[in-house]
């Protein structure tokens, strides 16, 4: 509750008014202070009462491109039986206050308002709480209070068309790639039986010691598996503009275009950070659970829209590649960095073994990088688009 300069001002009237008029014995006086004092009483009463509101968002659509429309429906009802709110509201919208008009809104009605989300910045955009300020008719006391939860808005980085997508390690009978010679379909892991499954694919061994029906969940082995990892490192992306490194945007919208050819063609892929997001290092044993908009993400869309660049220590980037060497995720490795990295390409070269295909995208680097400097298939492009085409420029994996 904040008392504004007007009430201050007639506060300070009424003391001093009652103070000289009991003093020196002025009626007129102490009657000029009583009803100042009064009407301050009554506008902090009055400022005080909470109105009942309920406010429902709806985010057309909660997910968008990055530079595609969006819009947020806000509807406010005043849930009240007595009293009209005569409220000043505003919502907030990306840093931005967004004015609501709640004048003189009777019981059991609504306000309803719409306004455009900005996207042009990859990003998650918090919408709300909404901001109700009640104040009394004399503009005495102001008493602001949030009203409603906030609403992530992603804005995922843009996807731009792949047409070629890696063959693989070896050639398969089905025009897939596989390295394992007898078959392609392989054990991954165990589930709970579903009505449908087949009876054939019970492990019973484990039903038997669970106590309920466990189904054999197989994959396909034959398809290229694509470990894309992103280099969110800020020594990485020096250059920016207004706080913004559009080396790492076009890192961001490479990693989303391969990602999606990799889900049109129904091949498996993970997307990786140099810097670990919060919730990785929460599955490694850390504890960390800092970021809650990365902890809410649910794809990699969804992470690429909601990942910043990160301070790095000197041996984030040797710890990261020591890691891909060790787990040796996949058969076709595609590493998307900044100019800021081309002298660490090194750290790359050594995961040729562990991974037949190994791809780098430079991105904002003002010389091209040497394709044979470190072994490696490099792609130097300045924005997304350029990297798409570039990429499908590629003859060999």
Same mark, same amino acid.
């Given at each position: 509750?904040?008392?504004?300069?007007?009430?201050?001002?007639?506060?300070?009237?009424?003391?001093?008014?009652?103070?000289?008029?009991?003093?020196?014995?002025?009626?007129?006086?102490?009657?000029?202070?009583?009803?100042?004092?009064?009407?301050?009483?009554?506008?902090?009463?009055?400022?005080?009462?909470?109105?009942?509101?309920?406010?429902? @968002?709806?985010?057309?659509?909660?997910?968008?491109?990055?530079?595609?429309?969006?819009?947020?429906?806000?509807?406010?009802?005043?849930?009240?039986?007595?009293?009209?709110?005569?409220?000043?509201?505003?919502?907030?919208?990306?840093?931005?206050?967004?004015?609501?008009?709640?004048?003189?809104? @009777?019981?059991?009605?609504?306000?309803?308002?719409?306004?455009?989300?900005?996207?042009?910045?990859?990003?998650?955009?918090?919408?709300?709480?909404?901001?109700?300020?009640?104040?009394?008719?004399?503009?005495?006391?102001?008493?602001?209070?949030?009203?409603?939860?906030?609403?992530?808005?992603?804005?995922?980085?843009?996807?731009?068309?792949?047409?070629?997508?890696?063959?693989?390690?070896?050639?398969?009978?089905?025009?897939?790639?596989?390295?394992?010679?007898?078959?392609?379909?392989?054990?991954?892991?165990?589930?709970?039986?579903?009505?449908?499954?087949?009876?054939?694919?019970?492990?019973?061994?484990?039903?038997?010691?669970?106590?309920?029906?466990?189904?054999?969940?197989?994959?396909?082995?034959?398809?290229?598996?694509?470990?894309?990892?992103?280099?969110?490192?800020?020594?990485?992306?020096?250059?920016?503009?207004?706080?913004?490194?559009?080396?790492?945007?076009?890192?961001?919208?490479?990693?989303?275009?391969?990602?999606?050819?990799?889900?049109?063609?129904?091949?498996?892929?993970?997307?990786?950070?140099?810097?670990?997001?919060?919730?990785?290092?929460?599955?490694?044993?850390?504890?960390?659970?800092?970021?809650?908009?990365?902890?809410?993400?649910?794809?990699?869309?969804?992470?690429?829209?909601?990942?910043?660049?990160?301070?790095?220590?000197?041996?984030?980037?040797?710890?990261?590649?020591?890691?891909?060497?060790?787990?040796?995720?996949?058969?076709?490795?595609?590493?998307?960095?900044?100019?800021?990295?081309?002298?660490?390409?090194?750290?790359?070269?050594?995961?040729?073994?562990?991974?037949?295909?190994?791809?780098?995208?430079?991105?904002?680097?003002?010389?091209?990088?040497?394709?044979?400097?470190?072994?490696?298939?490099?792609?130097?492009?300045?924005?997304?688009?350029?990297?798409?085409?570039?990429?499908?420029?590629?003859?060999?994996?």
């Amino acid at each position: 509750m904040g008392i504004t300069a007007r009430g201050i001002g007639l506060l300070v009237a009424a003391v001093v008014l009652l103070g000289v008029g009991f003093r020196y014995a002025y009626p007129e006086l102490t009657v000029l202070g009583a009803a100042a004092a009064v009407a301050v009483g009554y506008a902090l009463v009055s400022a005080a009462w909470r109105p009942r509101l309920t406010v429902d @968002r709806l985010a057309d659509p909660d997910w968008v491109a990055r530079g595609e429309p969006a819009a947020m429906t806000l509807t406010v009802r005043n849930t009240g039986r007595l009293r009209a709110a005569n409220l000043v509201a505003e919502d907030r919208c990306a840093g931005r206050l967004v004015p609501v008009p709640l004048l003189r809104l @009777r019981p059991g009605h609504d306000t309803e308002v719409r306004y455009d989300v900005p996207t042009h910045r990859r990003g998650v955009v918090p919408v709300g709480p909404l901001r109700v300020t009640r104040r009394d008719p004399l503009g005495l006391v102001a008493l602001a209070r949030s009203y409603g939860d906030r609403v992530p808005v992603w804005v995922h980085p843009r996807i731009h068309p792949l047409t070629a997508v890696p063959t693989g390690a070896g050639r398969s009978l089905d025009g897939r790639t596989d390295r394992v010679p007898h078959g392609s379909i392989t054990f991954d892991s165990l589930r709970e039986y579903v009505v449908g499954d087949e009876l054939r694919r019970v492990h019973w061994r484990t039903s038997a010691r669970v106590g309920e029906l466990m189904v054999r969940e197989n994959v396909d082995t034959s398809l290229p598996r694509l470990v894309v990892v992103l280099d969110n490192r800020a020594t990485a992306h020096p250059d920016r503009v207004d706080g913004v490194a559009e080396s790492f945007e076009s890192g961001c919208e490479a990693a989303a275009s391969v990602v999606a050819a990799a889900a049109r063609e129904d091949l498996p892929a993970s997307l990786l950070l140099v810097v670990p997001a919060p919730q990785d290092r929460a599955e490694a044993g850390d504890g960390s659970r800092r970021g809650a908009d990365l902890d809410a993400a649910q794809g990699p869309l969804d992470r690429l829209a909601a990942v910043e660049l990160t301070e790095d220590g000197p041996d984030v980037l040797r710890t990261a590649m020591s890691r891909l060497r060790q787990e040796r995720l996949g058969d076709t490795l595609v590493f998307l960095t900044g100019p800021g990295a081309r002298a660490d390409l090194g750290h790359v070269t050594a995961l040729r073994g562990p991974y037949p295909s190994v791809v780098v995208g430079v991105f904002g680097a003002t010389e091209p990088t040497p394709a044979g400097a470190a072994g490696l298939t490099v792609v130097d492009a300045a924005d997304g688009a350029e990297f798409a085409a570039e990429w499908d420029g590629i003859r060999r994996w």
